[in-house]
């Protein structure tokens, strides 16, 4: 237990401290700096259980075992916080490795102090203030940088913005793209009717559903308002067949919240949408002010899509010409009598696509 392959003096040159635990799972050693990190002070911690010393092992007991049987290399834990006495807050890396059976030691625990790095990640999130997190504990830097994007944004924007590909200046470039809308119909009605809190509920597993079906055909979701959502298709320039997938999101929606209805009780209100699609040529980047912008589609492409949802009905799906003549009769629809939308001088040619049964 005394001859281990490592110095005290190596690892706290790499910020490290240490302990072993026995077979039970119990402290049987332990360095005096790894109480003063984890304990607020120099404190005797043998025989403490590890799981009251760590509860964020509490539910890793399954790992735990593994790496003591010898059946996994290590576990880990990132981002583990603790108040240091003077009030600041250390973050803490804890990995658990295997130990020497013969000699008692069942687990060797490793703790590195990476508050450095974890000052430096809350400072960038804090900064991203589309992120809108100000409602999480600054502290809580087990939610990775990663994590809170793709909560926030849609997982194509995320990986470009991780991946350092997303422009961040105010401005964008100009693409072909298909901009789908689904709105729910007579919501102000429902809304006059129910508390606030219930018809956010049922407005939110709603739009679930709904994402879920447009994220399936790789549609990048820009924004939701209120009562609907704005899809966009090829808004990286990567979808050829973008105007197909749009319309196959938006059957594949219909009939999402066609079947996610019959699993809800009889008194549960039902939501509908109509959905209408465009295709055209859209400005996409950062659009806003310079603190405050969000990363979207602009343009009478956009417009009109919005124009032809506002008179969708319930459960339909209407299209513009231009997004009908790129589906090669890929789909079966029915032409409209043309509608005249403000800002058209023409009348605008509709289609409705027939959703066949799912």
């Known amino acids: ?147 809170l994007l793709r909560h926030y944004l849609s997982p194509k924007v995320a990986d470009a913005f991780l991946k350092g590909e997303l422009d961040l200046e105010l401005g964008g470039d100009l693409y072909e793209v298909s901009i789908l809308f689904a709105d729910v119909r007579d919501f102000t009605l429902l809304s006059e009717q129910l508390s606030p809190d219930r018809i956010v509920r049922i407005l939110n597993a709603y739009l679930n559903v709904v994402a879920q079906a447009v994220e399936e055909f790789d549609g990048t979701i820009t924004q939701f308002q209120g009562d609907n959502l704005i899809a966009v298709f090829n808004m990286s320039d990567d979808q050829p067949d973008h105007a197909l997938q749009a319309v196959k999101a938006a059957i594949t929606l219909q009939r999402a919240v066609a079947n996610y209805q019959t699993q809800q009780p009889p008194n549960e209100p039902r939501l509908h949408f109509g959905v209408g699609i465009n295709t055209g040529t859209a400005l996409i980047g950062n659009i806003g002010a310079h603190q405050r912008y ?55 040619r509709l289609f409705q696509v027939q959703v066949p049964p799912s």
């Open 294 to 348: 969000s990363y979207t589609a602009v343009g009478d492409a956009v417009n009109l899509a919005a124009r032809i949802t506002s008179v969708a009905p319930a459960n339909k799906i209407w299209l513009s010409q231009a997004t009908y003549s790129q589906l090669k009769n890929a789909v079966v629809v029915e032409p409209l009598p043309p509608l005249t939308f403000k800002g058209k001088r023409q009348p605008t």
């Open 1 to 147: 237990m005394k001859n281990l392959s490592f110095t005290q003096a190596a690892l706290a040159g790499l910020k490290t401290t240490y302990a072993l635990v026995d077979p039970q799972w119990h402290i049987l050693e332990h360095d005096p700096q790894f109480s003063a990190w984890l304990a607020d002070g120099p404190k005797n911690l043998v025989n403490l259980p590890l799981l009251d010393l760590l509860p964020e092992f509490v539910g890793q007991e399954d790992g735990l075992k593994s790496v003591q049987q010898g059946d996994e290399p290590f576990i880990r834990l990132d981002n583990v916080n603790r108040v240091t006495p003077e009030g600041a807050i250390r973050y803490l890396a804890l990995t658990i490795v295997p130990g020497q059976p013969e000699t008692g030691m069942a687990l060797v625990l490793l703790v590195t102090d990476v508050t450095e790095q974890g000052e430096y990640l809350q400072e960038l999130t804090q900064n991203r203030n589309e992120l809108r997190i100000v409602r999480r504990r600054l502290a809580e830097l087990s939610y990775q940088l990663d994590t």
